[in-house]
């Protein structure tokens, strides 16, 4: 028991358990890195404006597939944390935000089993959404789930052999897109496609400004992302490759109508292309490059709103 200076014991008061459980917490919330979730949350948008567009927009079906969404982008970040983690390639000289597994905040046999909880929850959901949907949606649900635990897993991680920003195009982009507008009526329409491409080119790009964040440090651990692949030069071109092409899509949809005429109020968002480009095109120390993955989450979330606003008009 610790004393004062005149003797006198010194009583410790205990405020609350609050604390202690924020932070017991607060590494798995690390761990599912919340900038990154908007990339669950924009395709849903998209998919389930166009199906209020149809009129066949159901409240439960779009919380039911938000749910979904998040859960199994939670479960990619646990797996990709993981993976990371006992494979070496988290290490001390990477700049970017902490990695729980690598750093020892969780271990390796919890975070398997937060890994095992994230997308158990997403499956228990999917039951409800095969309902809705048929057994397509099941199909679409147990490859997303497999896709994703095979990105920086398994034997063969295809993440680290440069196929990591065709994953996140095809399962955050298309299949994300389209599998929610699928949900509410079992079609899908090709404006669901044409939104789809346009998530899926901000979704990769957002991959691009991280991998492209890491080159030298994924270099040396053998991690062969894209971007080390590419080299810096041509990565940043096809960083600003994606971002421009998912504005082109937009207006080819709008002038078109293959997506409502409104969803052009998506090209609001182009002026804001300009300086994320300019960073990654001219940076490559580390805290600006983290600030051009943040605004392209952001720029993506935006893009999503705007298109979204536009087919409820």
Not at 171 to 176: E, R, S
């Amino acid at each position: 028991m610790p004393f004062s200076r005149s003797g006198a014991r010194i009583t410790h008061v205990s405020l609350g358990t609050t604390e202690p459980a924020v932070n017991a917490w607060r590494p798995w919330i690390v761990a599912a890195r919340p900038p990154t979730l908007w990339a669950a949350v924009a395709p849903v948008l998209v998919g389930s404006s166009l199906a209020e567009h149809d009129g066949v927009f159901s409240w439960s079906a779009f919380v039911a597939i938000m749910a979904a969404a998040l859960l199994i982008q939670i479960g990619v970040n646990f797996a990709n944390d993981y993976s990371d983690g006992v494979r070496g390639a988290d290490t001390p000289d990477r700049i970017g935000p902490t990695r729980a597994v690598a750093s020892g905040l969780i271990s390796p046999q919890r975070m398997r089993r937060g890994v095992a909880v994230a997308f158990g929850a997403a499956a228990l959901i999917g039951i409800y959404l095969t309902v809705l949907a048929g057994p397509v949606i099941l199909g679409v649900g147990v490859i997303s789930i497999v896709a994703a635990l095979g990105y920086t897993g398994g034997p063969v991680p295809y993440g680290y052999r440069g196929l990591g920003e065709l994953f996140v195009f095809v399962f955050f982009g298309l299949v994300a897109t389209v599998g929610t507008r699928f949900v509410y009526d079992q079609t899908a329409p090709l404006d669901a496609w044409l939104g789809g491409v346009v998530m899926g080119c901000l979704a990769s790009a957002i991959l691009v400004a991280n991998n492209i964040r890491d080159i030298e440090t994924d270099a040396a651990v053998g991690k062969r992302t894209l971007a080390v692949m590419l080299g810096r030069t041509r990565t940043r071109a096809a960083y600003a490759g994606l971002l421009v092409s998912a504005f082109v899509v937009t207006a080819l949809g709008a002038v078109t109508a293959t997506a409502p005429p409104w969803t052009a109020l998506a090209l609001l968002a182009a002026p804001l292309v300009v300086p994320l480009v300019r960073i990654v095109g001219s940076v490559e120390e580390g805290p600006a490059l983290i600030a051009a993955l943040k605004g392209t989450a952001r720029l993506q979330v935006i893009v999503a709103g705007l298109f979204s606003g536009g087919a409820l008009i």
